[in-house]
Each structure stands twice: as C-alpha cells, then as structure tokens.
C-alpha cells in the first residue's frame, strides 16, 4: 500500500509540476518554446547568443551598452589556468570529452576567486565565467588529445566564432557562425530537463554553483538526454559507409524492434520548434560546404519515420548533421551542447538560490506492506 496516495506517481515524474520558474515557457501541444516569453523563433531569426545570455540571466533583452558589457566581460573571461591545460594534457587518450568536461569543470572551481562565495552577485559573475570557459575547455581538450596545440582565444570575435576558432585553427565564415550562433540559442534552456533539474537540485542544498554544474554536466551526459545526436549521426555515418538507401536503413532498424534516435519527444506533441530551424541549418551548410548527403539522408529518414510512425522529429536529429558540418567530432556533440546549456543552467541555479527551498521529494512506496518483521538466521 502506499503511503502517499492511492494513486502511483508517474513513471519518470512525467507531466509532475516541481517549481515555479520565470526562465522558459514550453507549450508542447502548441509547438511553442520562449525564453523569458520571447519566442525561440525571434530569438533564432534576431539574435545572438550573448544577447540571449543576457536575457537568460537578467530577465530582459539587453540595451546597447548592456550587450556591450556582457561580450566584453564574456571575452575577458577567455582564459584558462594553466594547471587546467595540464589537468586536460594528462587525461587518458581514450577518455570521453564528456567525462573530462565533467572533471575539468568541478576543478575549475579550485581557481574561481568567488569559490566560497555563494550570494547572488557572485553566481552572476561564475555563470559569465563558465560559459566563457566551457567551451574553452571542449575546444582546448579535443587540441590536446590530436596532438595539436592549443589556439589562443580571440577576445574580439563572438562566443560562437572563437569557439570554432579555437576548435578548428581557423576563423569560420560568415555562414558557419551564425549556424553555430543558432544553434547555441537553440540549446540554451528547456525548463526542467534532466540535467537542468539535476543542476537545481543539487544548488538547492545550498553547495556552489561548480557542483551544480559539474552534477548537469553528469545527466546531459546519457544518451536519453544529451547524447541521442551522437546516436543519430551513428546512423548516418553507417548508411553512408554501407551504401544503403536511407529509408531502406531505417526499415531494417524498424524491422529489429530498434528505436530511431532523433525522434519523439516527452513534451512537444507536434513538432519540436528547435527541430525547425536546425533543419534549414543543416541544408544550408551542406549546400555552402559541397556536403549535403548529410542533410538528404536526415530529410529521407524524416519524411519516412513522419509519414509511417507519425512521430515528428526533435532537436537531437537535425543537430547531428548540422554538427558534423561544421567540423565538429560525433563525441563533441553532446559537450558542444553543454557549450550552449551552461547558460541555462545557471540562470535556473540563481533563480533556485534567490528563492531557496530544499528539493526533497517522496518516493510511492510499492514494496511489501508494513508490518513485515525481523526473522532469525535460523529460521529463514
């Protein structure tokens, strides 16, 4: 018997309101997704990602001077210790970069000069710091572990420009920034997802901002939750070394009882509107860069698992192709997400700290009913 309600709670709390927020507003029979109530297509068609840092963190969209201060204070903050690039020099070749962001990341609190500090200001000041150096971090680890050296960070071009910079050696054009640009917007917040809960409930012990951070970073890590576009090119990368025709593929995946990563969503019940404009990402770099088998095999696959399993796809499918474009590793997916994520993160983290109350929820009891009593070895 419980001894709650008489009525279990949902599996994977699903539909379960758990806090108040004024960050994201996601209306999943609508298709809609807002930040502080502006449309992410308006964001996505205007924007920048520093602009949408800003309204993340502070509520509104910034003035001139506003957007001014925050990308010099984002570029100022290009800069790492140099026992961090050690820590990244000594890691296993082997390692997942998610597993060494996960690392790096809580031993980047160790140089913070606010590590104890954990009043409002302070955790204002660490969000522009970290979502400076995660990316940073993601770039400088995927150098190491190529033998390459490390690109000094450009303190003159975007958040975006300078990560791919940093990544690649080279500055990107035009085309590649802003897609990358949008992508960042894209990926910034979706209310309580699983890592932006993890980040929220650990803030709400009262620990710092590093650990709930370092906690996000571990449930974006899952292939449920960040790692599904790693899954989706997967998919891809096999159709093209096989030969097959894309649809063919999937059928076979299909045929097997295989799920088809990329698609269906636990709250978008039509489709899912980041999905939208990574779509037309992905065919305008494949025709900028000469690469558009990506896109027609992704399109293919979509037009079928649309038509025959009337399921829509989500933002994990057309971000895989568009990723791989850009020059970006299939394991660098999921820490290119967490690049964007950081800046949602820790606006739900000072959100969380300015209103605190300890996240402690029940469990539906469903296992032997009480009393059960204490039986003697012997008598077993």
């Not at 309204?55 to 925050?70: A, K, Q, V």
Request: glycine content about 6%; proline content about 4%; charged content about 25%.
């Amino acid at each position: 018997m419980s001894s709650l309600s008489s009525t279990h709670a949902p599996k994977g709390l699903e539909g379960v309101v758990a806090t108040t927020s004024s960050i994201c507003y996601i209306d999943g029979e609508r298709g809609v997704l807002a930040y502080r109530g502006i449309d992410i297509h308006e964001l996505a068609d205007n924007s920048t990602f520093e602009e949408t840092c800003h309204l993340l963190w502070y509520g509104h969209l910034p003035s001139h001077n506003e957007l001014r201060d925050l990308r010099e204070r984002l570029a100022e903050e290009r800069k790492l210790d140099a026992s961090i690039i050690y820590r990244l020099q000594l890691a296993p070749k082997h390692a997942l970069p998610m597993d060494v962001l996960r690392t790096i990341v809580s031993a980047l609190s160790f140089y913070d000069p606010e590590e104890k500090n954990n009043d409002h200001d302070a955790n204002f000041h660490k969000a522009i710091r970290l979502t400076s150096q995660i990316a940073m971090v993601v770039a400088a680890y995927d150098r190491i572990r190529k033998g390459k050296p490390v690109v000094e960070p450009d303190r003159t071009l975007s958040h975006a420009a300078n990560f791919l910079l940093m990544l690649n050696g080279t500055a990107p054009s035009k085309t590649a920034e802003r897609a990358l640009d949008i992508a960042l917007i894209l990926h910034a917040d979706h209310e309580l997802n699983a890592s932006t809960f993890a980040a929220r409930v650990t803030a709400a012990t009262l620990s710092d901002m590093h650990s709930a951070i370092t906690s996000a970073i571990g449930a974006l890590k899952g292939p449920l939750h960040g790692g599904a576009n790693e899954a989706v090119f997967h998919i891809l990368e096999a159709i093209d070394a096989s030969g097959a025709d894309p649809v063919e593929y999937v059928k076979g995946m299909l045929a097997q009882k295989k799920k088809i990563p990329g698609f269906g969503h636990r709250v978008y019940h039509t489709e899912d509107p980041r999905a939208t404009h990574l779509r037309t990402m992905s065919r305008d770099l494949g025709h900028s860069s000469g690469q558009t088998k990506w896109f027609d095999f992704s399109h293919a696959i979509e037009e079928f698992v649309r038509k025959d399993k009337k399921l829509n796809a989500n933002v994990d499918f057309y971000s895989a192709s568009t990723y791989h474009t850009l020059g970006i590793d299939v394991d660098l997916f999921t820490p290119v997400f967490a690049v964007s994520r950081v800046s949602g993160w820790t606006a739900h983290v000072i959100e969380q700290l300015d209103d605190n109350r300890l996240i402690r929820p029940r469990a539906d009891y469903i296992g032997p009913a009480y009393p059960q009593h204490y039986l003697p070895m012997d008598k077993r």
